[in-house]
């Protein structure tokens, strides 16, 4: 029972980052996902200075609203003229050094494992059990990850067209009316969401690869946005599952197994897709010089 | 304050005291004008003189530190489906994955409202405004596959997807070939003849007699405004390009020819 609850924490983690990370690449806005996943770290630590415990909800609301304070403060940067990349790098490796700091002078009486927040513990999932009732309904993490994905999937889905075109042509969006600003900060509200969700079980940094590797594979075997998420779902869940068995026979580190597993297929993509592959467009590239020839 | 015309008719576009600055430095110095119903007008004007910036502002895109705006009477805010916006090519980024057809559909978003779903009735109006365009059998091509033209038509069919009467054009003619320009411009008579008004910032000096009734000369402040014959003259030119400009004189209709300009 137990590798069926990791695989499912890992497929919903990975869909969950997977549709996010299709629209935050194609707004060149992969690292502010890097970005937000690492500034969680102080979000976590004052939640827990301040509420004393390590009940999820308060780490989630903690770790949220830094989310937001991270994409404010890089808009902010970036509109008073720092280069969009050096506001990145500032505000969350900024952030995440308070967080290390928050750690180092309240070790005594912090009981929070850095490791386990910057890597994760997908093996523990199932020891989490929520129970209603005296019945135990399953693990902490697959209800908060499950309930993430239904959010995130409903508001895309009701304001796709939205979303698709504030990340083509902003500026029509704007001119037609629609809140180009707000849809910005709904859609970093749940990578947020997505991010804080997902760090339990395999920790804030392979979040990252779960948010930006499947979508840009994805990328790589489409040209349609549609196909590009579905894609994408498929290629996380494919990861989770393939790294699951990977782990278990290699004995390694399970959320690390999943992201090695997403970057191979990733390689496979850029190698072999039918239209942006490099071995294929170099074959192609070959027949039509022999046809040519004759 | 009805912004009515001469002719009693109200206009389609009336701009008051528009000023618009980045930082500190003002780019576009308190702009007034009003335009004429079924007019082709172009803007003209040096690099770096607002042309674009004043489009911006006026579709409320770019914050403006004064200035009102009235369409056919009205703020523009409650008046967005009576306009089309054409923004500059390199504005978007076109290894986007999507198609032609699905580019102009988005056309019909600002009709759809808040949750509808473009449908049958938005692919039968898309493709209708591809063929007007003469890109009808493109209309499933990735659009990174389509020639700078091409694109530029793609993004002209959406602007008629819009349907809308007054239409905002940032450099159409920008980079475009030969047959791109002459189906862009068809298309523009084509409007006017509906009766709509068509905005568009224009670079090239040498076709702006042929293409425009109006001309706005910009050069941070009006310069000028009014019918082609009377507004592009050697003096307003050198006006707004800040005689930079060398002219050819001594043809048979004494029509100054210009041959060097610091447009791009």
Request: with cysteine; net charge neutral; glycine share 10%.
């Amino acid at each position: 029972m137990s590798g069926f609850w990791i695989m499912l924490t890992g497929a919903l983690v990975a869909s969950c980052c997977g549709i996010l990370g299709c629209f935050l690449i194609l707004r060149r806005m992969a690292l502010v996902g890097d970005a937000i996943s690492h500034s969680v770290l102080p979000g976590i630590v004052i939640a827990f200075l301040i509420s004393g415990s390590r009940d999820s909800f308060f780490m989630l609301f903690g770790a949220a609203i830094i989310g937001f304070v991270t994409v404010f403060l890089i808009q902010m940067f970036q509109n008073s003229g720092v280069q969009s990349d050096a506001s990145i790098g500032v505000v969350f490796t900024s952030l995440f050094a308070v967080g290390v700091l928050l750690v180092s002078l309240n070790a005594k009486h912090v009981d929070l494992d850095l490791d386990c927040v910057l890597y994760g513990e997908i093996a523990y999932v199932q020891w989490n059990q929520i129970s209603v009732a005296g019945m135990e309904i399953g693990p902490k993490a697959v209800w908060l990850l499950g309930i993430t994905l239904f959010i995130i999937v409903a508001i895309i889905a009701l304001f796709y067209k939205q979303f698709k075109l504030c990340a083509f042509d902003p500026a029509l969006a704007a001119a037609i009316g629609i809140p180009v600003a707000l849809f910005h900060y709904v859609l970093m509200g749940l990578v947020s969401m997505a991010t804080v969700s997902s760090f339990e079980s395999v920790g804030a940094i392979l979040v990252v690869g779960l948010l930006i590797v499947p979508p840009a594979t994805a990328y790589l075997l489409t040209d349609r946005l549609g196909m590009m998420i579905v894609l994408s779902l498929i290629i996380g869940v494919i990861s989770s599952v393939a790294g699951y068995y990977t782990a278990a026979a290699l004995d390694a580190s399970i959320a690390g197994c999943m992201v090695c597993v997403a970057g191979v297929l990733f390689l496979f993509a850029f190698l072999f897709s039918p239209t942006h592959g490099l071995v294929t467009r170099k074959l192609r590239q070959r027949t039509t010089a022999t046809r040519e020839a004759y | 304050m009805a912004t009515s015309s001469t002719s009693g008719i109200i206009s389609p576009l009336s701009v008051t005291n528009m000023t618009v600055a980045y930082q500190k430095n003002p780019v576009v110095r308190n702009v007034s004008f009003e335009v004429n119903e079924g007019e082709l007008i172009g803007i003209i004007g040096p690099n770096g003189a607002g042309k674009s910036t004043l489009i911006k502002a006026i579709l409320g895109l770019q914050p403006a530190l004064t200035g009102q705006t009235l369409v056919y009477g009205k703020p523009y805010k409650t008046q967005r489906k009576l306009v089309g916006y054409v923004p500059q090519r390199e504005s978007v980024d076109w290894d986007f994955p999507t198609n032609a057809l699905d580019v102009v559909m988005m056309g019909r978003y600002g009709h759809l409202g808040l949750l509808r779903r473009p449908g049958a009735k938005e692919k039968a109006i898309g493709m209708e405004c591809l063929a007007k365009v003469g890109m009808a059998d493109f209309a499933g091509r990735q659009i990174s596959q389509l020639s700078g033209g091409q694109q530029q038509r793609v993004f002209l069919a959406r602007a008629l997807a819009q349907d809308a009467t007054l239409y905002f054009m940032d450099e159409p003619f920008a980079g475009v070939d030969a047959a791109t320009e002459k189906a862009i411009i068809t298309l523009l008579n084509e409007l006017k003849r509906q009766g709509k008004t068509v905005l568009v910032v224009h670079h090239d000096l040498a076709t702006v007699e042929q293409y425009f009734d109006s001309v706005m000369l910009i050069n941070g402040e009006l310069i000028a405004f009014g019918p082609t014959g009377t507004t592009f003259t050697e003096r307003r030119l050198q006006e707004a390009y800040g005689g930079r400009l060398t002219f050819l004189k001594g043809n048979p209709s004494d029509e100054p020819l210009i041959v060097a300009g610091t447009g791009r």
